[in-house]
């Protein structure tokens, strides 16, 4: 079956512009993950997801960054005026559900967002 | 809080060799899972094992085997006969049970490169 999706693939913005991140996860998986990979970070967690309602957003690094998924399904990451620090691969990771032992997460391929 | 560490940043071995890939987390909970994902040259990640915390029993898929030691926090990997199609970036990562919500906590990497 289909796996997770992302679009774009790539984005190139100036600083200060607005970004969308979008997020297609696996049919029929309730939890969804935002994580950020940077060279200096690593790969960090921003924002989780069951069905539509956010329970953790504890790793959103600023109100510059918001989440929100409609319809059990879709996910949209916003980035409001963007500086160079934002500039990483914004993965995205879904699940059958969060809490259970067999839950794994499977990613997406990511959006590489680069701030000129 | 919880952390996991993989010492080794980069390793370099030539096709045929075995590689062990160290992981050691930390965590206060009782009930946790041990993953471990390949990050290939594409960059998507890709799931390869999940371990449960009350479940010590070491795991072998093909040339992978996995060696689960809770007296020592350490979660290691092993590739046997080592191939090209083996160079990645391998992520360790911790997921509490409770209400953490799945989010998973990685280690920074482990860079394997497999020269032929």
């Known amino acids: 079956g289909a796996g997770v999706s992302q679009s774009p693939s790539n984005k190139v913005t100036e600083k200060g512009k607005d970004v969308e991140l979008r997020c297609d996860p696996i049919s029929g998986h309730t939890a969804l993950y935002w994580y950020r990979q940077s060279l200096g970070q690593g790969l960090e967690f921003l924002i989780y997801?069951?069905?539509?309602?956010?329970?953790?957003k504890s790793g959103l690094p600023s109100d510059r960054f918001s989440a929100e998924r409609t319809g059990g399904s879709v996910s949209t990451l916003t980035i409001q005026r963007t500086q160079q620090e934002d500039s990483a691969v914004y993965l995205c990771a879904s699940s059958l559900g969060a809490g259970g032992p067999a839950h794994e997460q499977y990613f997406g391929p990511g959006t590489r967002l680069t701030v000129t | 809080a919880q952390k996991v560490t993989q010492a080794q940043t980069e390793i370099s071995v030539v096709e045929k060799e075995d590689v062990t890939l160290d992981c050691v987390y930390e965590t206060r909970d009782t009930t946790y899972y041990l993953f471990w994902y390949k990050q290939p040259p594409s960059g998507e990640l890709v799931f390869l094992i999940r371990r449960n915390s009350f479940d010590e029993q070491n795991e072998i898929s093909g040339r992978y085997s996995w060696n689960f030691q809770k007296s020592t926090s350490s979660f290691n990997f092993t590739i046997t006969a080592s191939q090209v199609v083996d160079s990645a970036v391998y992520f360790c990562a911790l997921r509490a049970g409770g209400t953490s919500y799945g989010k998973l906590t990685f280690g920074q990497g482990t860079i394997l490169t497999v020269h032929p």
């Open positions: 997801f069951q069905g539509n309602s956010a329970p953790d």
